[in-house]
């Protein structure tokens, strides 16, 4: 049976640049392929994956760890990794941590990805003193995607939290709303989930410029789910007089929220206005206001950026974005944040309140 070590011989390379060659890498030219691919027909050699992934000292494989697979950010963040990997001919080792910190704690110990991995995308994935030891342990590349912790000598794509709640809640301040209520946070979260502080913050600094002094009663936590944003609602209305405009942390809570004020009997946006963060699948569906983010091109972004320590080549790891996708003008190969922006995008469930 023809071997890798055959084609290199009769092709006179490496075994790990006919790995390179027939995984179609970016890192071989033109007439090296060629002679490669030449070589391989010649002897009928059929390329085992696994195979030519070990002759280079690799595995193909990058691992991305996220919260909860189940929720829209991270699904469609992890959809855009895994097709760009795919298309470079690498694979995708997926770790749901399922909100619990024993997973975290098994999957990030260096015997757990050891070997397995040729780099890391952490999704949101805070970690603890003794996570970056384990991940310094390792060496490896890698990439962190939106809020959580930074790893040092890795790049972050993310976007900026706390501009985008500002610019949800200025939105309803503009609109005439004063009582305006925020759902947020996911205060049983095993994991630390984070990005619910950052739009806490942001929300609140929108209220303190326009001379408003943000209202306890009015900020409830919840899940960061339809049915979190569902309970968290209700609990809302259960506390008094009812809110003229809620601002919702994410997309899902929002359309949670407007489950429970229909259930309640109040109008959206007649009685309430609502607005979210995300641009959800659904929300144009719903006419749901929110502020837009590029969920899907911050994975897209990330998986590029990994590219040049796993071998490939990238001249541009914006391209194929559009110009208000790209963020700041740096080179974003560097380690440090990549902050895509966000847009507001008004939809019907938003409206000035109602004249009393």
Not at 54 to 59: E, F
Request: aromatic content about 4%; hydrophobic content about 40%.
């Amino acid at each position: 049976m023809t071997k890798i070590d055959d084609v290199a011989r009769l092709a006179g390379v490496s075994t790990a640049t006919v790995s390179r060659a027939l995984r179609g890498l970016p890192t071989v030219s033109a007439a090296t392929r060629r002679r490669v691919l030449a070589a391989a027909e010649q002897l009928q050699y059929a390329v085992s994956p696994s195979a030519s992934r070990l002759a280079g000292g690799k595995t193909g494989t990058v691992a991305v760890v996220v919260p909860r697979i189940t929720r829209w950010f991270f699904g469609t963040v992890v959809e855009a990794v895994e097709d760009y990997l795919h298309q470079n001919g690498y694979d995708l080792l997926l770790y749901n941590l399922g909100g619990r910190e024993q997973i975290r704690q098994r999957v990030l110990r260096p015997a757990s990805l050891h070997k397995r991995v040729d780099a890391i995308i952490l999704v949101a994935t805070p970690l603890r003193p003794a996570d970056l030891t384990a991940l310094t342990k390792l060496a490896l590349p890698g990439v962190t995607i939106s809020s959580g912790s930074g790893v040092p000598g890795w790049p972050c794509v993310r976007i900026d939290d706390v501009a985008a709640a500002r610019t949800a809640t200025r939105h309803l301040l503009d609109l005439g709303h004063t009582r305006i209520a925020h759902i947020s946070g996911d205060p049983d979260d095993e994991l630390a989930f984070t990005t619910h502080l950052d739009r806490r913050r942001g929300y609140q600094e929108a209220l303190r410029a326009a001379g408003l002094r943000p209202d306890p009663s009015l900020d409830v936590e919840s899940q960061f789910t339809v049915d979190g944003g569902t309970r968290a609602t209700a609990e809302l209305l259960a506390r008094g007089e009812p809110p003229t405009a809620i601002f919702a942390a994410c997309d899902e809570m929002a359309m949670g929220a407007m489950t429970a004020l229909r259930d309640a009997g109040l109008r959206v946006p007649q009685d309430v206005s609502v607005i979210g963060i995300d641009d959800h699948d659904l929300s144009g569906v719903l006419g749901l206001s929110t502020i837009a983010q590029p969920a899907a091109e911050q994975g897209l972004l990330a998986a590029r950026l990994l590219l040049d320590p796993l071998g490939g080549r990238v001249a541009d790891p914006y391209a194929g974005l559009v110009p208000a996708q790209r963020g700041p003008e740096t080179d974003p190969r560097s380690p440090s944040s990549v902050i895509l922006p966000t847009r507001l995008v008004v939809r019907e469930s938003t409206a000035p309140p109602r004249a009393n």
